[in-house]
């Protein structure tokens, strides 16, 4: 079980340094595009093709962090309703295959983008695939923290006592 706690900090710190990284990029970029509107020192014609693959790779990249953290976007009533009880884990059991199927379409048409992609940019000719690839590999690391919520709420559904009141945030 160490090693699965192990494997978990590493990914979730590597997407963080990975958002943490393009954050940075997208803020120097965008700050340095500013001042040169105003002090025309040099072209910046390449600009938006950078800031196209950093702003997806932060989105995708983010989402994914996100997921594994339990704090993307969602309504909770039900849960904090149900807090504490069985039914709080099965809504999420629901909630976590459900996540899964939309993962598995995610990635499997990403994939199918990806290896459809033909064009590259027009300045550093980076290739489409770099810019689409985000997309697969975010929603794999998705899939996975999927999984592990499903194992988790089936084993609170089927392995704790009814009669103990369970605070899992």
């Not at 340094?17 to 393009?22: A, G, L």
């Not at 600009?47 to 993307?72: K, M, R």
């Not at 459809?116 to 985000?134: E, G, H, M, V």
Request: glycine letters at 4%.
């Amino acid at each position: 079980m160490n090693v699965l706690i192990k494997i978990d900090k590493g990914i979730t710190t590597t997407l963080q340094v990975i958002c943490v990284s393009f954050l940075v990029i997208l803020f120097t970029l965008l700050s340095l595009n500013v001042f040169v509107r105003f002090f025309p020192l040099f072209s910046m014609g390449w600009f938006d093709e950078i800031v196209e693959l950093s702003f997806t790779c932060l989105s995708f990249f983010g989402a994914a962090y996100l997921w594994s953290q339990h704090e993307h976007s969602r309504i909770d009533f039900l849960s904090e309703k149900f807090m504490g009880t069985k039914k709080e884990f099965v809504l999420e059991l629901i909630i976590s295959i459900i996540g899964l199927i939309f993962i598995y379409f995610m990635v499997r048409y990403s994939l199918v983008l990806v290896s459809k992609a033909t064009a590259w940019s027009p300045i550093f000719k980076i290739s489409r695939k770099l810019f689409y690839a985000s997309i697969p590999i975010s929603g794999i690391i998705m899939g996975i923290y999927s999984i592990r919520d499903i194992f988790v709420y089936v084993r609170k559904i089927f392995f704790i006592p009814t009669n103990v009141h369970i605070n899992v945030r």
